[in-house]
C-alpha cells in the first residue's frame, strides 16, 4: 500500500542546531516533493520544491535533499531559532495525466520545537 | 494581495444538519482545491477545479459531499447531512496554473465539528 511517513511526530532541537527533518515514501513514484509550514489555526505555507532529478535545493537557512533510490527527503533548518517551532508537512505531487496531477498527497508532519 | 480565505472559521453541527463552507481564492487563480484533516490523520485531497469544472473529485468521500465554483470564482463545499466522521478541518488551495511545480496557497481552514 502507499505510504507516506515522517520521521517522528514531535522533535525538540536546542535553538542554534540544524533540525533534520525526514520524509520516507513507499509505493509512489513523485515527480515532485514539496515541504510545507503549518503552524496552529493556519493553512499549510509552502517553503520548498525539488524536482526527482534534482539532488538538493537550498532557500536561505532550509535545505531539502531528494533520494528516489532511498525513497527519502530530508529537510533541514540551520542555526534554528524559536521562531521555526511549527509542524512541516512533506507532500508528494505524482504526475498521471497530460494535464499533470497537481493533487498533493501529504504526509502526518512532524511538529518541531525550537528550545531557546 | 488577499490570499485565500475561508468562511467560516469554524462550525458546529447536528449529526444530520447541513453546512455550507466557502472559499475565496486568489484572484486569478484558476486552480482551486479542497482538502481535510480528520483528527490524528494527514490532510486528505476530496477535489480539484479549473475555473468552473471539476477536473478530479476522486477524494469526494461520498455523495453527501457537494462541491461547487459558479463562474470559477468562488467555492462552496456542502455536506449535507452530516455525520460525526465528517468532522475536522476542511482547507481549500488555490494555485495560479496548476502545474506540478507550482506552489499553492491555502487558506486558514474551517474547523468543522458535528455532534
Known amino acids: 500500500s502507499q505510504k507516506i511517513e515522517q520521521n517522528s511526530e514531535a522533535l525538540n532541537i536546542q535553538e542554534g542546531k540544524t533540525a533534520t527533518l525526514t520524509c520516507n515514501y513507499t509505493?509512489?513514484?513523485?515527480?515532485?516533493l514539496q515541504w510545507y509550514r503549518q503552524d496552529p489555526g493556519r493553512g499549510p505555507v509552502f517553503l520548498l520544491l525539488i524536482r526527482e532529478n534534482e539532488k538538493e535545493k537550498r532557500k536561505e537557512r532550509l535545505k531539502v535533499t531528494f533520494d528516489t533510490t532511498l525513497k527519502q527527503s530530508l529537510f533541514h533548518i540551520t542555526a534554528s531559532q524559536p521562531a521555526d517551532s511549527a509542524t512541516y508537512l512533506c507532500a508528494l505531487v505524482t504526475l498521471i495525466s497530460n494535464f499533470g496531477n497537481e493533487k498533493l498527497t501529504f504526509g502526518t508532519g512532524t511538529r518541531l520545537t525550537i528550545i531557546p | 494581495e488577499a490570499g485565500v480565505t475561508q468562511f467560516p472559521s469554524h462550525s458546529v453541527i447536528e449529526k444530520g444538519q447541513t453546512v455550507t463552507l466557502r472559499c475565496d481564492p486568489i484572484s486569478g487563480h484558476d486552480n482551486l482545491y479542497w482538502y481535510r484533516r480528520v483528527m490524528g490523520k494527514e490532510i486528505k485531497f476530496l477535489l480539484h477545479f479549473v475555473k468552473e469544472s471539476k477536473q478530479d473529485e476522486s477524494g469526494m468521500p461520498n455523495n453527501r459531499f457537494l462541491a461547487e465554483r459558479t463562474g470559477g470564482t468562488y467555492s462552496t463545499l456542502k455536506v449535507q447531512p452530516a455525520e460525526l466522521e465528517d468532522s475536522g478541518v476542511y482547507f481549500c488551495?488555490?494555485?495560479?496554473?496548476?502545474?506540478?511545480?507550482?506552489?499553492?496557497?491555502f487558506g486558514q481552514g474551517t474547523r468543522l465539528t458535528v455532534v
Open positions: 509505493n509512489y513514484s513523485p515527480a515532485y
Open positions: 488551495a488555490s494555485s495560479q496554473d496548476g502545474r506540478p511545480n507550482t506552489e499553492a496557497f
